[in-house]
Nanobody
Framework: VQLQASGGGLVQAGGSLRLSCAASGRTFSSYDIGWFRQAPGKEREFVAATSWDYGSTYYADSVKGRSTISRDNAKNTVYLQMNSLKPEDTAVYYC??????????????????WGQGTLVTVSS
């Protein structure tokens, strides 16, 4: 599975962005999908995930209430809508897919395929 993330950019605090992740090479309807981010000098951290079976969604506390993950299996695309952005949301955002064990959605090692990342910069 090849993943292509897009939609990042420079936005002022309080603004919104919608990130997209398009998959090719294999349909991802049977994969769980996650979004992670990595700020300079920090470890990659979980942002959000959605399961392939029931479409359950999971969010990090830091983005809960401000972000929505969704998927369009017909388009092989997953989205991350982010609102009320804060400077601390600045990071490279990565999408990833895999068959994730239950309750392991926040773990980097649970995912098999990763996109190249898209940079989100939030100015104060």
């Amino acid at each position: 599975v090849q993943l292509q993330a897009s939609g990042g950019g420079l936005v002022q605090a309080g603004g919104s962005l919608r990130l997209s992740c398009a998959a090719s090479g294999r349909t991802f309807s049977s994969y769980d999908i996650g979004w992670f981010r990595q700020a300079p000098g920090k470890e990659r951290e979980f942002v959000a995930a959605t399961s392939w079976d029931y479409g359950s969604t999971y969010y990090a506390d830091s983005v809960k209430g401000r972000s929505t993950i969704s998927r369009d299996n017909a388009k092989n695309t997953v989205y991350l809508q982010m609102n009320s952005l804060k400077p601390e949301d600045t990071a490279v955002y990565y999408c990833a897919v895999g068959r994730v064990p239950y309750n392991r959605y926040a773990h980097v090692a649970s995912y098999d395929y990763w996109g190249q990342g898209t940079l989100v910069t939030v100015s104060s």
